[in-house]
């Protein structure tokens, strides 16, 4: 398994910006896809973005399309979530997640990814 860390959350204005990133160790990120899951208190882990091994597919959860954009360097064992025009709404804590069972896409199943990161906090003040 691989040893995920995430960073970069924490408090801003609705309609501000933040980047998360997620460093992995080992010398086999790039046989991961990558996804960020998020939790609210009370509600269910919610699928946010997912990104392939090779970064050429690239999925959204639809709360987040056209505003969050995920990517991942794997020259950096890095992946990372842009986030921007966040709405109260996005606040959770945000994880980063890898599997290496899905060669050419990425799921958006919790139950898909065997590595998880520890969460960082992003909460957006109205």
């Known amino acids: 398994q691989v040893q995920l860390v995430e960073s970069g959350g924490g408090l801003v204005q609705a309609g501000g910006s933040l980047r998360l990133s997620c460093a992995a160790s080992g010398r086999t990120f790039s046989s991961y896809a990558m996804a960020w899951f998020r939790q609210a208190p009370g509600k269910e882990r919610e699928f946010v973005a997912a990104?392939?091994?090779?970064?050429?597919?690239?999925y959204y959860g639809d709360s987040v399309k056209g505003r969050f954009s995920i990517s991942r360097d794997n020259a950096k064992n890095t992946v990372y979530l842009q986030m921007n025009s966040l709405k109260p709404e996005d606040t959770a804590v945000y994880y980063c997640a890898a599997d290496r069972e899905y060669a050419l896409g990425a799921s958006r199943q919790p139950s898909a990814y065997e590595s998880w990161g520890q969460g960082t906090q992003v909460t957006v003040s109205s």
């Open positions: 990104i392939a091994r090779n970064g050429a597919n690239i």
